[in-house]
């Protein structure tokens, strides 16, 4: 919708600029009158009945333009009707005093009273300018009537006033007329436009913040628009030059030399699957392709989580019954391993028999708790005291060779997040990262960084180990329920972090540092 106030502001735009011609236009006549006076051209036109009363009038009249238009100068031209109205009526004076002085309307003066008046009827409202119309009509009707009583005019002089005094009021509704068509017009102009830049800003702001990733590439592949989710999703800048970026642009020059495919794949910079969509956008300078990014990683985790909802309701009601066996077989094999009567050969065996038990016993309560995860409550916190307190709890539980450094910016951070299932997501990630730097330098080692990334618009948690990271090979299976590179480990750890991190519309993935560390991070929602 349009601003009233906007309107205003540009029709008193329009109003000075014509208070600023006019006065100009006021100068120039004075000064104009004064020169044809002096010169050979108007001699005997002009100031020949009464030459001192035109050149006193003028000279009067010439300093009182120079000074209005200082004074509008200073006032930024802004002044009121009052003093628009004074003005016009010194004018209509001014210029029966010469007309007078020149001897009558045969000098031709008279018509420049119309322009004063049509200066009137758009500077003032229709009752104002009809006002001065009929003062002019007026003055120029007495004047003739004033020399036809002393003997100096002619009837024929009283039907020219006449014809004057309507060609004014003729000329002045005219003008009155078409200035309010034009004023009209130029509102509903100025509505329109701001209206189309109400709707573009609104656009924006919704291809802004749509989920899906939107760019526009011009004819010179270079990027016209790119959104937050594409930005996201793409993990670069496409206004740097760089080996992803210009895979992005050799996909959509292929697409142009071969429009048969509407879509193509494409690998981001997190390791993601992109699918790109293309379609054209036609405009006066050329052609221009526009391209919609989706995560082909979300569709397919969208379908997988159907086949785990219904496979979870299984897989918990199968570990509730074998729960109780195998608390059986383990307390059956702790009371074993106390009998004085067995041999140090079936010890070993029987503590087999207990920490696999364990281990059996871990993966059925991860299997529960997912079967159980309540949906999260994300709120604001201030990330950077819930990290240093979640530091303070993290080495309470642990042993003292364990190492968990913290980096945090100057500025606190803030995210959005559910407090007990991000203290779950951080501890699985620490211990991930605590164990594999044990595997690597043999010391357990995991450093916490917590930091605002400006490109990305959001908030990230670094978790970094000093391991090599994971395989290329394994980069794709990572997040996979049960799926681990460790003889005792349940591979439930990361699926459930991943699944946790969703919940609270944050994203979860494996990349390298900027000091080239192996790290999981953490992107919170913008």
Known sequence: MSNPSSIRNTASLQHHELLRICAIYRLAIALVLLGVFYSDIGAGALGGHLPALFLYTVLVYTILNFSWLVFLRQKAYQVGTGQIGLILGCDILVFLLLIEASGGLNSGLGYLLLVNCSIGSILLDRRMSAFFAAIASLGVIGLQL????????????????GGLGLLLFATVSALQYLSARIRSANMRADQQSRQAAHLQRLAQQIIERMGTGVI???????????????????????????EQSDSLRHAIRAWRNNSNSSSRPLQSETGSELQLNFTNLQHENGCSTLVFVEDNRKLAEAAQ??????????????AHEVRNPLSAISHAAQLLSESPQLREEDHHLTDIICRQSQRVNQIIENVMQLSRRKVGDPQEHNLTDWLQQFIQDFNTGTNSGDQVQLELPKQPISAQFDTAQLTQVMTNLTDNA???????????????????????????????????????????????PFFTTSSSGSGLGLYIARELCETNKASLYHCRSVDDKSCFRVEFVH
């Not at 004033?146 to 006033?161: C, F, P, R």
């Open 216 to 242: 526009v590439m011009g004819p010179s592949s270079q990027p016209e628009l790119i959104n937050r989710a594409a930005r996201q999703l793409l993990g670069y800048d496409l206004h740097s030059e760089g």
């Open 305 to 318: 989580k159907l086949k785990l909802a219904s496979l979870g309701h299984l897989t918990a009601s199968i």
């Open 146 to 161: 004033y020399n036809l009583i002393s003997g100096q005019g002619t009837s024929q002089d009283i039907v020219a006033a």
């Open 434 to 480: 605590l164990h594999h730097s044990q595997i690597a330098t043999g010391k357990r080692l995991a450093v916490i960084s917590a930091y605002y990334n400006r490109e990305r618009a959001c908030t990230q948690v670094d978790v970094k180990d000093s391991g090599p990271g994971v395989p290329e090979a394994h980069k794709s299976k990572v997040f996979e």
